[in-house]
């Protein structure tokens, strides 16, 4: 069973930075792609960044790029997600999702950042 974990979330002031972490567990999995997703309350659940694992190539929603910054760990099946100059609104529970060659996802559980003085 695959089991994809999120860590990093926590309290950060606005302006501050956190660092997000997602590692898939099974080393034997092969992932096409990972990305990072947040749902603010209320609202749905929306794209931050993805990367294609064996290419490298990102994308990022529109209005987040130059903040958030997406990026491939040395270890297998990692990725994280800088997120600098937070702002209040950027305050959601972040998932990260990967898909396999198959075209299956997976979902972790969800970390929450809270950006707040």
């Known amino acids: 069973q695959v089991h994809v974990v999120e860590s990093g979330g926590g309290l950060v002031q606005p302006g501050g930075s956190l660092r997000l972490s997602c590692t898939v567990s099974?080393?034997?999995?092969?992932?096409?792609?990972m990305s990072w997703y947040r749902q603010a309350p209320g609202k749905e659940r929306e794209l931050v960044a993805g990367i294609i694992s064996a290419t490298g190539v990102t994308n990022y929603a529109e209005s987040l790029k130059g903040r958030f910054l997406i990026s491939r760990g040395n270890m297998h099946n990692t990725v994280f997600l800088q997120m600098n100059s937070l702002k209040p609104e950027d305050t959601a529970v972040y998932y990260c999702n990967t898909v396999d060659n198959y075209g299956m996802d997976y979902w972790g559980k969800g970390t929450l950042v809270t950006v707040s003085s």
């Open positions: 099974e080393f034997t999995f092969s992932s096409y792609s």
